[in-house]
Each structure stands twice: as C-alpha cells, then as structure tokens.
C-alpha cells in the first residue's frame, strides 16, 4: 500500500490508488459476509488491489506477480476474472460501471441484500480516509 501510495505523483495516480484500496477492501469485506475465512479474505483483499497495479505502476502484470513471486492461480484470476476471486473483482467493476443487471446476479447468487453492499461500501470508504490520514 505504501508503494502504490509513494507512485502517486498527480491526482490521476492517487484516483488510482483509491480504486485499488476501494478494491481491495470492498473485496476483503464482502468476501467475509460471504465466508468468514480471514485467509480467504486475505487473498480477495490482494486480488483487488493487485487489480489496477497495472495502472499505478506503469508495469504488465505479469512482471509484477513474478516480482512478488505470487501464484499462477492469482495470475490466472487477474488476466482472465476466473473462479471465487475473479466474480468478487467482477461484481466491484460492476459496482463502478453501475451495471445493475449484473450486480442483481451476484446478489441473489450470494444471498446478499442491498443494505449488506451499503454497509460494506461505507465501511471501505471509511478505511481508505483513514489510511490516507496516516500518510499525509
């Protein structure tokens, strides 16, 4: 987080670092209303970030799963949106394109209600004021 905050030079970047903790934590947050396994909420957390470090870093993906030295599996996920980790990061991209139809699915899918989005939502956007607090 630090690294991707310290890219920032210009307010295009740190927009880009907010949707990648928007992301990360919406991510993190709903996949523990889903299932409560922090080490799976863990990983959702890093997919969403990891989502837009393409962006913020001006580097292939690629090049930086094989820096972090992180699984062909979260590679997998972020270049093709595959299995639990790709819907979550699908259904936050929807989130932002506001594409109702597609979040309606997810929704009934996962048992989720539109209060348990809102809760989530302004939960992630209390977190990211507060770490951009700490690093001002």
Known sequence: LISM??????DTDV???KMALFRGKFMELLSLKINPDQNIADTAFLVGVLSLAEKIFKVDIKTIL???????ELEKVLTERSGYFGELLKFVINIEKN???EMKIFK???GLSDQDIGVITVETYK?????FEIVR
């Not at 905050?5 to 210009?10: F, G, P, R």
């Open 5 to 10: 905050i310290s890219v920032a030079k210009n």
């Open 15 to 17: 927009e880009a670092v």
């Open 66 to 72: 094989n820096e972090l030295k992180l699984s062909q």
């Open 127 to 131: 977190w990211i004021d507060m770490i």
């Open 108 to 110: 009934k899918n996962y």
């Open 99 to 101: 594409n109702l139809l």
